[in-house]
């Protein structure tokens, strides 16, 4: 089984290959990388037509290499996604947040939304269903720390954003880069944690294992 793996930020790629590798590790994997949509969306403020045909050319040329399934990893793109999934219904096409958004309804109505690119937070809570509390948290600066390298850092300010959080059923990290910090969030809040990549992978395994 082919997986195509479409990404926005160049920090994505390391986590949903550690979570195939865990969950799902006879899935053979490809990357595709194009950090300078991350960074066109953050100077623009919003998603274009130009951001959208990008994301149409990059699975397009996914399906040529034989494909059998396109998982996104950056949340703050989702109209972009949803014009893939409609070009391309006979096969599936993943936003990086939908399972994990499935699993945290499933896990109670109170939920803590964690991201460190802001406009994660503006285009993902909209994906929610109805009736849910939904408390969102920029980790601040968080971006950044990874960006030098600082892992530490950015798991530290992650867990400082989560612990600002009033009472949740469970917290979700909104984007793949956001893997690392599972664990000192999890220490810091006594909450369950869950991950877009591993939400993900489990997702794409029952569609294709049963």
């Known amino acids: 089984m082919r997986i195509a793996l479409i990404h926005a930020l160049r920090h994505s790629p390391p986590p949903v290959e550690r979570a195939f590798a865990r969950l799902w590790p ?39 290499t034989g494909a059998d399934a396109i ?32 699993e945290a309804v ?19 809570p909209r994906e929610f269903p109805a009736g849910v509390a939904l408390e969102p948290r ?22 400082e954003a989560a612990a600002s959080l009033p009472p949740c059923d469970v917290i979700a990290l909104a984007q793949f880069s956001l893997s690392s910090a599972q664990g000192l969030v999890a220490e810091r809040t006594g909450r369950p944690v869950l991950t877009t990549p591993e939400s993900a992978v489990r997702k794409l395994r029952r569609h294709f294992q049963g």
């Not at 990357?31 to 100077?43: E, P």
């Not at 990086?96 to 499935?102: Q, R, V």
């Not at 690119?117 to 993902?124: K, R, V």
Request: glycine letters at 6%; hydrophobic letters at 50%; a negative charge.
């Open 26 to 64: 006879e899935a053979r994997l490809m990357n595709l990388l194009d950090d300078s949509l991350s960074a066109d969306l953050a100077r623009d403020g919003s998603i274009t037509a130009s951001m959208t045909q990008r994301f149409l050319d990059l699975s397009r040329y996914a399906v040529r």
């Open 71 to 102: 998982l996104f990893t950056c949340s703050a793109f989702g109209p972009c996604i949803e014009a893939v999934a409609a070009e391309l219904p006979a096969i599936p096409v993943l936003k990086p947040n939908e399972a994990m958004i499935e």
């Open 106 to 124: 499933a896990a109670g109505p109170r939920i803590g939304l964690l991201a460190s690119f802001a406009p994660t937070l503006d285009s993902m």
């Open 138 to 159: 920029l980790a601040g600066g968080a971006l950044d720390a990874l960006n030098r390298g600082d892992v530490a850092e950015h798991d530290r300010l992650v867990a």
